[in-house]
């Protein structure tokens, strides 16, 4: 029976792993004030470690539920951090005009299936109503993060992208230290096949000129140097999972 249950689980089809906290693939949110959420989701995560996500979308894949697609969601993103579970997500689809809060064992003691209800029918759903999302969805994760504040994880200042990154840093700065006497080295021989070629190649010409005779520099050889820039931007509120492996449980709703 539970081969049979996690084949199924398997067979749902998802998107990939959001690359931000806020996903709005409906087109409903206020974009600036999404954006000011995204921040404040990455913030809640560097001041308590717990990891919550946002994602909006039309309607459910066919022959999916809303449970099914929460569940896996919250699996397969990997939501929470590694050893904790401590991650949530609010769905909402606005043409099936459902939603859900779906969360991970670790944050399930204090964001109970209970607490979740209240939240979707109490605060969100009333909004919703009112031809209002954006104001749906930041009370609803403002009553979610309230709710969760308090819990023994403790931030670590970072978030997981964040310090993935730093990893990625520490690596390069280990290859460039390596590589430096090696470019000293070639920068030494480059210098002095540089003096040799002026010395060989070059000489002073005489010229004629109408207010006398000058002389120039003439090289018969010409150097050249390419110079190219990289650049790399990265947001520290991108959102990556931290290693949860499933949900608690949650609840769901409709408007």
Not at 69 to 90: C, P, R, T, Y
Not at 100 to 120: N, Q
Not at 147 to 158: I, M, N, V, Y
Request: with cysteine.
């Amino acid at each position: 029976m539970l081969v049979l249950l996690l084949a199924l689980l398997s067979a749902v089809p998802l998107p990939a792993r959001p690359a931000h906290y806020v996903t709005d693939n409906a087109a409903v949110l206020d974009a600036a004030r999404a954006a000011a959420l995204d921040h404040k989701l990455a913030e809640f995560e560097r001041e308590t470690s717990n990891q919550l996500l946002v994602y909006i979308d039309r309607d459910l894949p066919p022959e999916t539920t809303l449970e099914e697609f929460s569940s896996q969601a919250l699996h397969e993103w990997k939501v929470g951090q590694q050893g904790k579970d401590n991650g949530a997500i609010l769905f909402l689809f606005t043409d099936a005009r459902k939603m859900r809060i779906e969360t991970g064992y670790g944050v399930e003691e204090k964001l109970t299936d209970a607490k979740a209800k209240r939240i979707t029918s109490t605060v969100i759903k009333p909004l919703l109503q009112k031809n209002d999302p954006t104001g749906a969805v930041e009370a609803g994760t403002a009553a979610m993060m309230d709710t969760l504040r308090g819990l023994d994880f403790h931030g670590t200042g970072k978030t997981v992208a964040q310090t993935q990154q730093v990893e990625s840093t520490s690596w390069a700065i280990v290859a460039l230290a390596m590589a430096v006497p090696f470019l000293f080295l070639c920068f030494v021989v480059g210098l002095i096949v540089a003096i040799g070629r002026l010395r060989r190649g070059g000489a002073f010409v005489k010229t004629q000129t109408a207010s006398g005779t000058s002389w120039t520099w003439s090289s018969s050889s010409s150097d050249s140097s390419d110079s190219s820039d990289s650049s790399s931007s990265s947001s520290s509120d991108s959102f990556s999972g931290g290693g949860g492996d499933g949900g608690g449980g949650g609840s769901s709703d409709s408007w």
